[in-house]
C-alpha cells in the first residue's frame, strides 16, 4: 500500500481531475493500489509526498535519462525562463535544435518541433498521407504512438485488417482508416501490401516496441518493413519517440540500421519539458507549411524552456562513453532480476536494448502483443506492489520498459536488488 499522505492526495484529486490523474497509467489500474504522489525528484530517486524515498524507473517514462533534476539541465531552463518563457516567434535556439538532430540522427535533416509526441506522430503521418494522396496508415498490434484518433484502434476481427475502435469517441470511419499488423510478422504485412498496398500511405512502427514491454524488432521483419513501403509508393515512418537517443545517440535506426522516410521524436529530445519532433528529407519536410499544402502549427512549438532543455541533454548525452555506461547499467539490472528470478523459482524472461527493459513473466521469448498479452499479470501485480513497498518506482503496467538513467549507481542497484529479491518471493506465492 501506498503512504497515507498519497492516499489523501488521491482522494482529494478524484475530486478535480478524473481518477485523480492527468493521464491514465498513471492512477496504477493494471496493478491495483495507489499512485505515489511526487513530492520532488533528483538523480534516480524520486521522493514521495510523505518523504519516502524510491529508486525511479518510470523517469517520466523515458525522458530523464541524465537523471532527475540534473543541475546542467535545470541551470538551461532557469538561464531561459529569466528571457521570457514563449514568444511566438523564431529563435536562433530552435535552429541548434534542428541542426542537432540534423547532425546525430542523419534521415532528419529536416524537422519540425511540436509539443508532444502525440503531434509528431500526427504530423508525420498527416505530411505521409499528404505526400502520397493516400488514406490508409499500418501500425502494429500493441504499438503505442500517442492519441490520435486514428492509432487507438485495435486489430479487426476475423480477417478483416482495418482497425475497430479501442476507445469511445472513435468514430468507426476513422478506425477503418488504420490497418493493425502483429509487430515482427512477416507475413502478415506481405498480406496486407498484397491486399491494400496501392491505398497505404505509411507504415508507423516503434523500431523497439516500448509500450507491449520491451520487444527488439527482427531483422528479416525491419528488411520487410523497408522492402515492402518501397515497392509500393508507401512510407516509412519510424516512431522513435521512446528510443531516440535511448537506445542509442542516432536512436534505434542506426543501431538496427533503418532507413527511415520519416522519424517522430519526443521524451528525451525535450529533457523532461514537453516536446516532440517529426522530421524527414526536404523534399518531403517542404510539404509542411508554409512551404507546402500539409497544414499543422503549434502555439508553443519550438518553446524556449523546453529547447533548451533538449539541447543541453543532448549535448551531456555526446559525452565520450554515454551509451556504454548506460549499456552496463541496463545490463547490471538484468543480471540482477534474472538472478533473483531464478533464485525464488520463477518463470521469467528479461528483454532488453540498452537502458530500457521489461521483465516478463513467462520462459517463452516476447516477440509480439498477443506474446505479452500471455504472461502472468497476476504474478507481475505482486512483484509490483513488493518493490513498491520495498523502495522501488517501477511502471505500473506489465505492458512497459522500465528506463535507466545515468544516475542509476551502485547503491540504487543494491537497494534494487534487494527490493526485486522480495518482489519474486512475492510473485511465487499465489494469490
Ligand atoms: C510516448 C510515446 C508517444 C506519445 O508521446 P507523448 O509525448 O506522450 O504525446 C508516441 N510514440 C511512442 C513510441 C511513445 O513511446
Same mark, same amino acid.
Given at each position: 500500500m501506498t503512504d497515507s499522505i498519497s492516499h489523501e492526495l488521491l482522494e482529494r484529486a478524484k475530486r478535480v481531475i478524473p481518477g485523480g490523474v492527468n493521464s491514465p497509467v498513471r492512477a496504477f489500474r493494471s496493478v491495483g493500489g495507489e499512485p505515489v504522489f511526487v513530492r520532488e525528484a533528483h538523480g534516480a530517486t524520486l521522493v514521495g509526498a510523505d518523504g519516502r524515498e524510491y529508486v525511479d524507473y518510470v523517469g517520466s517514462w523515458g525522458p530523464m535519462i541524465l537523471g532527475h533534476a540534473h543541475p546542467e539541465v535545470v541551470k538551461a531552463v532557469q538561464d531561459a525562463a529569466v528571457r521570457g518563457t514563449s514568444y511566438g516567434a523564431p529563435t536562433e535556439g530552435e535552429i541548434a535544435l534542428g541542426e542537432l538532430i540534423a547532425e546525430l540522427v542523419p534521415s532528419m535533416p529536416m524537422s519540425r518541433l511540436t509539443s508532444s509526441g502525440t503531434e509528431a506522430v500526427m504530423? #508525420?503521418?498527416? !505530411?505521409?498521407?499528404?505526400? /502520397?494522396?493516400?488514406?490508409?496508415?499500418?501500425?502494429?498490434?500493441g504499438g503505442y504512438h500517442g492519441g490520435a484518433d486514428y492509432l487507438l484502434v485495435a486489430a479487426g476481427s476475423?480477417? #478483416? @485488417? !482495418?482497425?475497430?475502435?479501442?476507445?469511445?469517441?472513435? *468514430?468507426? #470511419?476513422?478506425? #477503418? /482508416?488504420t490497418a493493425v499488423v502483429p509487430y515482427n510478422d512477416v507475413p502478415a504485412l506481405e498480406a496486407l501490401f498484397a491486399e491494400r498496398g496501392a491505398e497505404i500511405a505509411a507504415v508507423i512502427f516503434e523500431p523497439v516496441a516500448g509500450n507491449m514491454g520491451c520487444v527488439p524488432p527482427e531483422q528479416a521483419w525491419l528488411d520487410a518493413l523497408r522492402k515492402l513501403t518501397r515497392e509500393h509508393g508507401a512510407l516509412l515512418v519510424c516512431d522513435e519517440v521512446m528510443t531516440g537517443f535511448?537506445?542509442? !545517440?542516432?536512436?534505434?535506426?542506426?543501431?538496427? +540500421?533503418?532507413? *527511415?522516410?520519416? @522519424?517522430?521524436? $519526443?521524451?528525451?529530445? $525535450?529533457? +523532461?519539458?514537453?516536446?516532440?519532433?517529426? +522530421? $524527414?528529407?526536404?523534399?518531403? =519536410?517542404?510539404q509542411v507549411a508554409p512551404m507546402g499544402p500539409v497544414y499543422q502549427a503549434g502555439t508553443l512549438s519550438g518553446n524556449p524552456l523546453a529547447v533548451a532543455a533538449g539541447m543541453k541533454t543532448l549535448e551531456l548525452l555526446r559525452a565520450p562513453d554515454v551509451y556504454e555506461r548506460l549499456e552496463v547499467i541496463g545490463a547490471k !539490472?538484468? /543480471?540482477?532480476?534474472?538472478?533473483?528470478?531464478? +533464485?525464488?523459482?520463477?518463470?521469467? @524472461?528479461?528483454?532488453?536494448? $540498452?537502458? =530500457?527493459? /521489461?521483465? &516478463? &513473466?513467462?520462459?517463452? *521469448?516476447?516477440r509480439n502483443f498477443e506474446d505479452s498479452s500471455s504472461c502472468d499479470h497476476a504474478a507481475f501485480r505482486r512483484w509490483h506492489a513488493a518493490l513498491l513497498e520495498a523502495g522501488v518506482h517501477w511502471p505500473p503496467s506489465p505492458y512497459e520498459a522500465g528506463f535507466l538513467s545515468l544516475a542509476h549507481d551502485d547503491d540504487a542497484m543494491a537497494k534494487t536488488r534487494a527490493a526485486v529479491k522480495a518482489g519474486f518471493l512475492a510473485a511465487s506465492q499465489r494469490d
Open positions: 504530423g #508525420a503521418l498527416r !505530411l505521409a498521407r499528404g505526400a /502520397t494522396g493516400r488514406d490508409i496508415v499500418v501500425k502494429c498490434d476475423g480477417a #478483416a @485488417t !482495418l482497425g475497430e475502435p479501442d476507445s469511445a469517441g472513435i *468514430p468507426r #470511419a476513422i478506425a #477503418a /482508416t535511448r537506445v542509442g !545517440l542516432g536512436g534505434a535506426q542506426a543501431r538496427y +540500421g533503418i532507413e *527511415p522516410d520519416l @522519424t517522430c521524436l $519526443g521524451k528525451i529530445v $525535450g529533457g +523532461g519539458l514537453p516536446v516532440g519532433a517529426y +522530421g $524527414g528529407s526536404a523534399e518531403l =519536410m517542404n !539490472l538484468q /543480471t540482477i532480476l534474472e538472478e533473483e528470478a531464478a +533464485g525464488a523459482g520463477v518463470p521469467l @524472461t528479461v528483454q532488453r536494448v $540498452g537502458a =530500457m527493459l /521489461t521483465p &516478463f &513473466f513467462t520462459d517463452a *521469448p516476447v
